[in-house]
């Protein structure tokens, strides 16, 4: 069964400066996908990125990038120039092909700080 | 695109009474859609997963006979929480997958349950 890590429970950052996001997982398949979802006080689950297992290049969606790593089974979300509207957990998630379900880390809580 | 509502958005209901939740997919069909739970600063926990036609394939530890899910139209899945109980107040999350080769789900707002 998949596993997904995040171990960094909370997180604050002043606003403009850049933070990471720190995600492992444990597969033993090749083939799948990994996504930052984003959930603001809302608690409305917004989809940030996503990256498929295949491609050796870095997801990018304007202000957050990824740093995905296979083979050390890394995946972490950095946002660069951080906003207000940054504030939100952050859920970690894996996809294997084939199976239908998500698998979601435990999330980290993050603060922007004006 | 990919946009999913969940009606209602909150809901208080008496003990031992049923209640329904809907959640739609707007723009697009949904042969698949998702149930989770979310208590309070916690992750998502998935309930069941719906088939549309078929009948819903539940998580373990989830009782099928008190969540009832029917999943009638490609757009349209329903979660009906039987002989409510305090103990079910909690955050309920739909979901829907856009499409198998690309992984990702897309989440309506959320319900708020309270048993009183």
């Known amino acids: 069964a998949q596993t997904v890590t995040q171990s960094q429970p909370e997180m604050s950052v002043q606003e403009a400066e850049t933070v990471t996001l720190s995600c492992t997982y444990d597969?033993?398949?090749?083939?799948?996908?990994l996504f930052w979802y984003k959930q603001p006080p809302s608690r409305q689950m917004i989809l940030v990125i996503r990256?498929?297992?295949?491609?050796?290049q870095n997801a990018t969606e304007n202000r957050f990038s990824v740093n995905f790593q296979k083979a050390a089974k890394s995946f972490s979300l950095k946002i660069s120039d951080s906003q207000l509207g940054d504030t939100a957990m952050y859920f970690c998630a894996f996809h294997n092909f084939g199976n239908e379900k998500l698998t979601f880390g435990t999330g980290t809580r993050l603060t922007i700080i004006p | 695109g990919a946009v999913v509502s969940q009606h209602p958005s909150w809901v208080i209901c008496k003990s031992g009474t049923s209640v329904k939740i809907e959640c739609r997919s707007l723009d697009f069909q949904a042969t698949t859609m998702f149930w989770y739970r979310q208590f309070p600063k916690q992750s998502l926990m998935l309930m069941a997963t719906?088939?549309?036609?078929?009948?819903?394939?539940?998580e373990q530890g989830v009782e099928k006979d008190k969540f009832l899910i029917n999943h009638a139209s490609l757009t349209l899945s329903t979660l009906t929480v039987t002989s409510a109980h305090p103990e079910d107040s909690s955050f309920y999350i739909c979901?829907?997958?856009?499409?198998?080769?690309?992984?990702?789900?897309?989440f309506g707002p959320g319900t708020r349950l309270t048993v009183t």
């Open positions: 719906s088939n549309e036609g078929s009948k819903a394939t539940y």
């Open positions: 597969t033993s398949e090749n083939n799948y996908y």
């Open positions: 979901s829907a997958r856009v499409g198998l080769a690309r992984g990702e789900q897309y």
């Open positions: 990256q498929e297992a295949y491609k050796q």
